[in-house]
Each structure stands twice: as structure tokens, then as C-alpha cells.
């Protein structure tokens, strides 16, 4: 399903001292099947603006479509199978557990959303496979979890109901490093092997521009620019403008240009454009 | 969810109500209480009004708000208003339909309980509104300091009631998103059974009442590695003390008890 936001305006706590705009004029397009992640310093918006993606949030004025369901203005029904089509996965798994057994947190969002509960049995060990969880955890209480365990848990039931676009705020936070790595692949693998659409939320750059097709950055409550990794790799100044980070190769190339002198005329920045420039510069180095 | 219940939501200012000694302030809600029931007549009603809303316009707190608040409280007072319509038949009917007659004291006793009511929420809500949950339970500290006389534990008591205080709004915010997390994994208790939507606070509840206790001890540890000791040997960060705003204050009052006492009947 495509995610189509027409100048979205969210205020909190309107009309009281307390009011607070988090989302201002917001216009953007998400195509089913596509990678984007969203990015921006901590208070731009980007948990407000995934909320909305969901349904969580209507926007206060403003057009949201959300494949064949438009905001505000969905009915109860139509709110609820867009609830089981976006899953989105939020930054402190605590908030939602409460089951007993890990096992029955698992089957929760399936028994709310009507699924056969026989059938979703039978897929939950490769579902806790696919997050990295042993199967001896299904019968623990989901509070004796270490934090990153919680959040496979959490991801675990978020999978088992079938969500064709994936929302996950700041997914990784908390896991270790390789933990992280895992996981990033296994959106990877989602979005590549069942065409899910991810929507990430990252304070990650390095993450953002090495798995994502397109970059939201966002800065103030409002889009600041929506660019491909390798646009985004010329933006270093307005990136730190804002406040955020740029990836490790990034500086890494600013360093060479202005430290070593080295000649950069390559489009992309990797392994490999890094590596051939600096061939190039050593042997031209080798040879005056 | 936070939107409709502001009592206890302290709203920043620089007004002459949030300048006013807490003590004073508490003070005079406890002579208010009194001023309500002691009122008899409609002029001394109106000067309650007066009083309340005269208080109100020098807070600068937008009336729109406090009424906004004031949205779960609306139910008690209608209701009380129409209990006393209905069952009190002092003096000449006024109207009747159905059958039930209306009756003049009817009309006057539901409308003075309603106004007492909801004159005292009112002021309940502004004393909140203009003053921290940490002046609050100063002042009641040193309010109830003569208790101590009396080994009634005042310093544990007020230090509770800053706690719960202070904890209001994180667990509101708290609510919600837990109850974000749940409806986005299909959670649904507007619809079904009864029986069915009760359950379906369960998912809320438990994570709630975890995140609770493992706020409070994650607090109690924090004050016991600060050397927290109970009372002994403390000095007090804050000092109240009355400023010419507060004799001001008193004067006002003082002029304005004369006046209600004199408009009774
Ligand atoms: N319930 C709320 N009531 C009032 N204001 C809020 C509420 N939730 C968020 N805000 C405000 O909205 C703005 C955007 O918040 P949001 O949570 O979307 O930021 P974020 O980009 O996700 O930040 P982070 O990177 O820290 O998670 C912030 O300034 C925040 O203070
Ligand atoms: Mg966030």
C-alpha cells in the first residue's frame, strides 16, 4: 500500500497551554515495497510522524491516505485492519508486554486481529528464529527478559500478524553490536524476500544510508529534504546544520580531501570508490 | 487521555496567584470552604462568584482550560442538580410536567449545592493549577507542623503527597503510550461486552502497575544513595516566607469576608 501524507499539520494538547505543534505541513510519499528511513535530531518528529502511519494519530488538518483508507475521517473497521496491515514496533518494548508466558504475548496481536490461532501455533518457532530467540523462551515470563530479548519478543509478535508495512522506531537501540547488525538484516531480508515496505526510524545514519532507498530527514516538525543515500552523502553541511550526524565513510572522505590532499572524483562513497581513490592517490604520490 | 483531567497539572506563570505563599493559599481555600456553606442568600452566592472568578481572570489561566478540565466533574454536578429538583417539594410549584412537580426550594437548594460544588472544584483546580506539587506539600508541611507535637509523621506525609504529586503527569503519559502500544497490536475496548472490555484493560493495567513499582524503587534507591534519612537533620531548600503581595492579599480578603458576612441574611 502506497502512504501518501498531503500537508499534514499535528499539534498535541491543542488549545490548551500546553499545545504543541509536531508535525508542520508535512508532504510526503511512501511507495509500497519501498526502504525509507526516517531521520532527524532528537524532538523533530519522527515518532509523532510514525504514529500517524498507523493510525495512532489523525492528523489535526491536513490529507494522510493510507492505501485505500484516508485520514482523518476512516471508520472504526477500516482503522482496525490498518492497525494489522502497518505493524509498528515502538522504541521501550516494556510498554506492551503483560502476558504471562512469552507465548501468549506472541499470540496477542493475532487473537486481536482475528487470525487462526491453531494455524499461528505452528509458525512460532520459525518466528522466534527469524528474531534470533531461542524456543525454550516461550514458556518464560516475558519480564524475566533482558531488554533486547524483550524487543525480538515484541518484534516476534509484531511479525506474527502479518503486516505488510513495517514501522520501527529506533529498532536496534539497546541491542549489542552484532545484535544490531542481525537485525538490520533481517529487514533487509524481509523487505527483499516478501517485498515489505520499512519505514526506520534511526538515530543510525550509517544504517539509514546503507540499507534505506530513500532518507526523510526531519528537522523541526518539518521535512527538511527526502534524498537517496548517495544525494545525501553531498549534504554534510545542512546535515550538520541541523544537528545530525554524517556516516563514518562521509567524514572519512572529507578527512582525505582535507588533510592528504587527495583528488575525489567519485559519485558514491564505499569500500570500494574509497579504496580505488586511494590507490590512485598513492601511486600518483609514487611517481612525482 | 491527559487532555481531559488537568487537576494537578501546573501550568508556569509570573501572575499574582502564583505568587502567593502556598500557605496563604491554602488557607484561604480552607476559609473558602466555610464562605460556601455559610452562604444563604443570592447575593452572598454571587459574591462567591465574584471571588472565584476575580481569582481566575488574575491567574491569566484561560477559563476555556479550566473548564475543559473541569469535563468528568460536569456529570456530578448536573446530577446533583437534578436530584434536588426532584425530591424537594419546599414552597410553590414552579412547573410540572409528567407528573413530577418542580417546586421553588427544589430550584433553589439543587442550584446552591451545584454552585458549591462546582465553586470549590474551581478553586481546587486553580490552587493546582497555579502552584508546584513541591510548594503545595511545603506548605502543607508547615501547616500541619503543630502535629508534630502529637508525633503524627507530617514530614512523611507530606513527602508522599509530593511524590504522588510529582508522579501524576509521568503516569499519565505513562497510560499512554502503553495504551498506543496495545491498540497498534489490535487492542480494541471501546467495542464488545462488558465482560470483554474489562479484559481488555488487563493488557494496560499490568504493564502499568510494573512500570510503576519499578519507577518507585528505582526512586527509592536513587534517594537512599543521596544519603535521604527521614527528616532528621534536615534543613529546607525552599524558606516561605509572606511578601507584600501576600499582605495585600490578606488585606483583600479580610475586606471581602467583612462584605459576604454583611450580604448574608
Ligand atoms: N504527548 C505529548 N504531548 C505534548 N508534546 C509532545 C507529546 N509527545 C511528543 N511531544 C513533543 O513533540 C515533539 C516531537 O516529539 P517526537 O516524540 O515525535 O520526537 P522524536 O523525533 O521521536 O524524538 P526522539 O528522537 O527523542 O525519539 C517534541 O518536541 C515533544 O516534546
Ligand atoms: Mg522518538
Not at chain 1, 130 to 142: C, I, N
Amino acid at each position: 500500500m502506497d502512504i501518501i501524507f498531503e500537508n499534514v499539520n499535528y499539534t498535541y494538547q491543542p488549545n490548551t497551554p500546553f499545545s504543541h505543534q509536531a508535525l508542520k505541513d508535512i508532504s510526503l510519499e511512501i511507495k509500497s515495497g519501498s526502504f525509507v528511513a526516517v531521520v532527524g535530531h532528537t524532538g523533530s518528529g519522527k515518532s509523532t510522524l510514525l504514529q500517524h502511519l498507523n493510525a495512532l494519530l489523525q492528523p489535526t488538518s491536513g490529507r494522510l491516505v493510507l492505501g485505500n483508507v484516508e485520514l482523518p475521517g476512516a471508520h472504526h473497521e477500516q482503522i482496525k485492519s490498518i492497525r494489522q496491515r502497518v505493524g509498528l514496533l515502538f522504541q521501550y518494548p516494556e510498554h506492551q508486554l503483560f502476558e504471562e508466558t512469552v507465548k501468549k504475548e506472541l499470540l496477542f496481536g493475532p487473537k486481536n486481529f482475528g487470525f487462526d490461532l491453531k494455524q499461528v501455533e505452528t509458525e512460532l518457532n520459525d518466528s522466534l528464529q527469524e528474531v534470533g530467540l531461542e524456543e525454550s523462551v516461550l514458556d518464560r515470563s516475558p519480564f524475566e527478559l533482558s531488554g533486547g530479548q524483550m524487543k525480538r519478543v515484541a518484534l516476534a509478535s509484531m511479525l506474527l500478524a502479518k503486516p505488510q508495512v513495517l514501522v520501527l522506531d529506533e529498532p536496534t537501540a539497546g541491542l549489542d553490536p552484532l545484535g544490531q547488525k542481525k537485525m538490520m538484516q533481517l529487514f533487509k531480508s524481509l523487505h527483499e524476500n516478501k517485498q515489505h515496505t520499512v519505514v526506520l526510524v534511526t538515530h543510525n545514519m550509517d544504517d539509514a544510508m546503507r540499507y534505506a532507498e530513500k532518507v526523510i530527514v526531519l528537522n523541526q516538525g518539518t521535512v527538511e529534504c527526502v534524498k537517496s543515500p548517495s544525494e545525501l552523502i553531498h549534504e554534510r553541511d545542512r546535515l550538520k546544520a541541523i544537528g545530525l550526524d554524517v556516516p563514518e565513510p562521509v567524514e572519512f572522505v572529507e578527512y582525505m580531501k582535507a588533510r592528504l590532499g587527495v583528488l575525489w572524483e567519485e559519485e558514491d562513497i564505499n569500500e570500494q570508490t574509497i579504496s580505488r581513490t586511494l590507490v590512485k592517490h598513492l601511486k600518483g604520490g609514487a611517481t612525482s | 487521555m491527559n487532555q481531559s483531567l488537568i487537576i494537578g497539572q501546573y501550568v508556569p506563570g509570573e501572575s499574582v496567584v502564583h505568587k502567593i505563599d502556598p500557605r496563604l493559599k491554602l488557607i484561604i481555600i480552607f476559609i473558602f470552604v466555610i464562605a460556601v456553606f455559610m452562604a444563604n442568600n443570592i447575593w452572598s452566592y454571587v459574591s462567591l462568584y465574584f471571588f472565584v472568578f476575580a481569582s481566575v481572570a488574575l491567574s491569566r489561566i484561560p477559563v476555556a482550560y479550566i473548564f475543559k478540565g473541569l469535563k468528568p466533574v460536569w456529570w456530578i454536578i448536573i446530577i446533583t442538580f437534578m436530584f434536588h429538583l426532584f425530591i424537594n417539594s419546599g414552597g410553590n410549584v414552579i412547573v410540572s410536567f409528567l407528573g413530577i412537580n418542580v417546586y421553588e426550594q427544589g430550584v433553589f437548594q439543587g442550584a446552591s449545592i451545584a454552585t458549591r460544588f462546582f465553586l470549590l472544584i474551581i478553586l481546587a483546580t486553580l490552587l493546582t493549577l497555579s502552584t508546584t506539587p513541591i510548594a503545595v506539600t511545603d506548605a502543607v508541611e508547615a501547616l500541619l507542623k503543630p502535629l508534630k507535637k502529637v508525633r503524627f509523621p507530617v514530614h512523611e506525609i507530606a513527602l508522599m503527597m509530593s511524590i504522588s504529586l510529582r508522579f501524576i503527569p509521568t503516569f499519565m503519559q505513562e497510560m499512554d503510550k502503553i495504551s498506543k502500544a496495545q491498540a497498534a497490536r489490535g487492542l480494541d475496548y471501546t467495542k464488545g461486552k462488558l465482560k470483554d472490555r474489562f479484559k481488555a484493560l488487563l493488557p494496560l493495567l499490568i504493564p502499568l502497575l510494573i512500570s510503576s513499582f519499578k519507577r518507585a524503587e528505582d526512586l527509592a534507591l536513587a534517594m537512599e544513595a543521596r544519603g535521604y534519612q527521614g527528616e532528621e537533620g534536615r534543613t529546607k531548600l525552599r524558606q516561605l516566607s509572606f511578601s507584600k503581595i501576600d499582605y495585600i492579599v490578606i488585606i483583600s480578603l479580610i475586606v471581602f469576608l467583612v462584605s459576604f458576612y454583611m450580604i448574608r441574611v
